[in-house]
C-alpha cells in the first residue's frame, strides 16, 4: 500500500513521537558542549579480557600495536567493572542495568545509544560473528550473547541486528554507529592475542584505511582487563578526524558513550550524562570532514542552445564549498556554487573534470565527457515526439509502465497540470517502477526532452536511498534520490540531439529499498525537435 505524501509525514512524526517518549528518561544533549567532529561512520569494536600491558609493545599483536601508533592512544583507559557482560551495557547504554555477571537472557526497554541514534533520524547496526538467527539465543558455537548487548534490549530492533559476514565492503553503506563484535576465539575470550589482532586486521583495516580519507573512525576497546589491579585497558581511535598521538586523561566506557552522543548531539543515556567527553584528539579542533562529488554523468548539448547543469557535492567539512572545472566546451563557464552555465559555440566532445573544495581544505572531482553536437537543420520540421505526454488519456498508453504508475489520485500526489501524472513508487517497502515509450528522432534535428519531477521523502538520515534514473536505451542520462526531494514540480530538461537518426527507448525507472518512502512523480513530458 502506498503512503500518501501528508499521511505519510504524519506517520513518521507518530513514529518519532514514539521514539521520545521510548527515551523520556535519557538526558537531554547540552546545546553548549565542546566542538566535537560529526564522522560519517563510528565503528566500535570490543576485544576480551585483556590488559593494555599485555597488548602495547607485545609481538603477537602488531596490528593493534599499529592502531595505537597511527592513531590516538588512550594511556589511561579503564573498564568500569567486571565480569564482561556489565561492561558492554556500561558502553551501550551507560549503566550495567543491574547486571553483575554474565547470565542470559536479559531484558531491557533503557535508554541506549541506538535509540538515541534512531530518535535522531540517524543509523545504528550491530554485526556479531556468527550471530544466530534466533536472536534469543545465549550461546551458539562460538557466539556468545552475554558480549552483544543491543539484543538485550526492546527499543532495538531486530533489523539492526546483523551477522559480522554482512558488514559490508562498501563502507559508505555503513550505517551512522556500527558495532563489530568478534566471536568467542577472535576476541581473544577463548584464543590467542595473536588471533584476535590477525582478526582485527584482516577484517577492519580495509575499513581503517578508507576511514583515514573519508571522515570516519574505528574505536578499538577491551570489555575489562585480566584481573589485575586498575582494570587498565587498551584503547584506540583510528581515522581521519583524530590526530595521533599518547593520550593521558582517564577515560572509561562512559566516557567512550558520552563522545559519541556528543558527535551526533543524542540525549544521554545513565551515567554518560556525567561523563567527560574526550575532546583533545581531533584535528582541526573538531572541524575535520570530508568532500564528495556527485557524478553528474555523461553530458550532451548543441551549438547554440543555452546549457545548464547544477553540480552536487556532500561536505562535512563545515566550511565554504568552492567550485572550479577544466575542460569545459567552449562557451561555458562555472560558478562558485557549481552551476555550470552558457551557450556552447562549437561541436565536439570534452572531457570535463569539476573540482568541489571546501575551505577548511578537504576537495573532490569528478571527471565526465560534455558532447557538444552541430546545430540542427537540413529541413528538420519542430514537432513534440511524445505520445500522451500528459497521462491525460488515464491510462499508459503508449507508454509502458508498471501497475499503478499513472496515477489519478490528486489529493495524494497533485498532478502538475490536468487530471493525471504517473507516479514511481512511494510505497513504503522495497519496490519497483517503470515508465518507458520509445520514439524516432528524426535526422538532421535537434531534440529536447523536458518533463516535470515532484519528489516527496520519509527518509531522514541523509543517504540516497531510493532513486530515479532515465536512461535512453542501455545508457543512463540522470539519477535523482530522494536527497533531491522538493516541495513542488521542477521542471528538468536534457538534450537529447545525440540520438537523431535513431529509436530509442526512454526509461524511468524508480528504486526504493524499504527504508521509507519516497514518490517519484512525473508530469507533462515533452520530446521537442527542430
Known amino acids: 500500500m502506498r503512503v500518501p505524501r501528508l499521511a505519510g509525514a504524519a506517520a513518521v512524526l507518530g513514529l518519532l513521537c514514539g521514539l521520545s517518549t521510548s527515551v523520556a528518561a535519557a538526558t537531554p544533549a547540552s546545546a553548549a558542549g565542546p566542538a566535537l567532529p560529526r564522522p560519517d561512520h563510528v565503528v566500535v569494536v570490543m576485544f576480551e579480557n585483556t590488559s593494555e600491558s599485555s597488548i602495547l609493545g607485545n609481538s603477537q599483536a602488531p596490528y593493534f600495536n599499529q592502531l595505537a601508533n597511527t592513531g590516538a592512544n588512550f594511556t589511561d583507559s579503564s573498564a568500569i567493572e567486571h565480569p564482561s557482560q556489565p561492561n558492554y551495557l556500561d558502553l551501550f547504554s551507560g549503566s550495567d542495568e543491574g547486571v553483575t555477571d554474565d547470565s542470559c537472557p536479559q531484558t531491557f526497554s533503557t535508554d541506549n545509544e541506538a535509540a538515541e541514534l534512531a530518535a535522531k533520524g540517524l543509523s545504528f547496526t550491530g554485526y556479531a560473528e556468527d550471530l544466530p538467527t534466533d536472536l534469543s539465543t545465549c550461546t551458539s558455537g562460538e557466539y556468545a550473547r552475554k558480549h552483544v548487548p543491543w539484543v538485550n534490549f526492546t527499543n532495538v530492533p531486530a533489523s539492526d541486528s546483523k551477522p559480522f559476514s554482512a558488514f559490508p565492503t562498501d563502507y559508505s553503506q555503513l550505517p551512522t554507529v556500527s558495532w563489530v563484535i568478534p566471536n568467542l576465539c577472535d576476541d581473544i575470550h577463548d584464543c590467542s592475542i595473536a588471533t584476535g589482532d590477525t582478526w582485527l586486521k584482516n577484517n577492519l583495516d580495509g575499513y581503517v584505511q578508507w576511514a583515514k580519507t573519508h571522515n570516519s573512525l574505528l574505536i578499538t576497546t577491551f570489555d575489562e582487563n585480566d584481573g589485575t589491579a586498575g582494570n587498565q585497558i587498551a584503547t584506540f581511535f583510528d581515522g581521519q578526524p583524530v590526530k595521533p598521538g599518547n593520550y593521558g586523561e582517564a577515560i572509561d566506557h562512559f566516557s567512550v558513550l558520552r563522545t559519541i552522543e556528543d558527535m551526533y548531539g543524542l540525549s544521554y543515556a545513565g551515567a554518560a550524562a556525567q561523563a567527560t567527553p574526550i575532546t583533545d584528539v581531533w584535528n582541526g579542533g573538531g572541524t575535520t570532514g570530508s568532500v564528495s562529488v556527485t557524478a553528474p554523468g555523461n553530458q550532451t548539448g548543441t551549438v547554440g542552445a543555452a546549457a545548464s547543469l547544477q553540480l552536487r557535492a556532500s561536505d562535512t567539512a563545515g566550511g565554504t564549498l568552492g567550485w572550479s572545472a577544466s575542460g569545459l566546451p567552449a562557451g561555458l563557464s562555472i560558478s562558485q556554487s557549481g552551476l555550470i552555465t552558457g551557450t556552447p ?43 500522451n505526454p500528459g497521462f491525460e488519456t488515464g491510462s499508459a498508453a503508449p507508454w509502458s509502465s508498471t501497475s499503478g504508475v499513472v496515477n489519478g489520485d490528486l489529493n495524494s500526489e497533485p498532478a502538475h497540470s490536468g487530471n493525471y501524472d504517473a507516479w514511481l513508487d512511494g510505497y513504503g517497502s522495497a519496490h519497483t517502477d517503470t515508465l518507458a515509450q520509445t520514439v524516432t528522432i528524426p535526422a538532421n534535428c535537434t531534440a529536447s526532452l523536458s518533463f516535470w519531477l515532484h519528489i516527496d521523502t520519509q527518509q531522514t538520515d541523509g543517504t540516497a536511498h531510493d532513486t530515479l534514473t532515465l536512461q535512453a536505451g542501455s545508457t543512463t542520462l540522470r539519477t535523482w534520490s530522494n536527497l533531491d526531494a522538493n516541495t513542488g514540480y521542477a521542471q528538468q530538461t536534457l538534450d537529447l540531439s545525440a540520438y537523431a537518426g535513431q529509436s530509442v527507448t526512454l526509461t524511468f525507472t524508480g528504486t526504493q529499498d524499504g527504508a521509507a518512502q519516497t514518490s517519484f512523480v512525473i508530469d507533462d513530458t515533452a520530446l521537442n525537435i527542430s
Not at 569539476?354 to 576537495?363: C, E, I, L, Q, W
Not at 560534455?370 to 511524445?386: E, I, K
Open 345 to 387: 559555440t562549437a561541436a565536439g566532445t570534452s572531457s570535463v573534470t569539476v573540482t568541489a573544495t571546501d575551505s577548511t581544505g578537504p576537495s573532490s572531482t569528478a571527471t565526465f565527457s560534455w558532447t557538444v553536437n552541430p546545430a540542427g537543420g537540413g529541413g528538420c520540421t519542430p514537432a513534440q515526439l511524445l505520445g
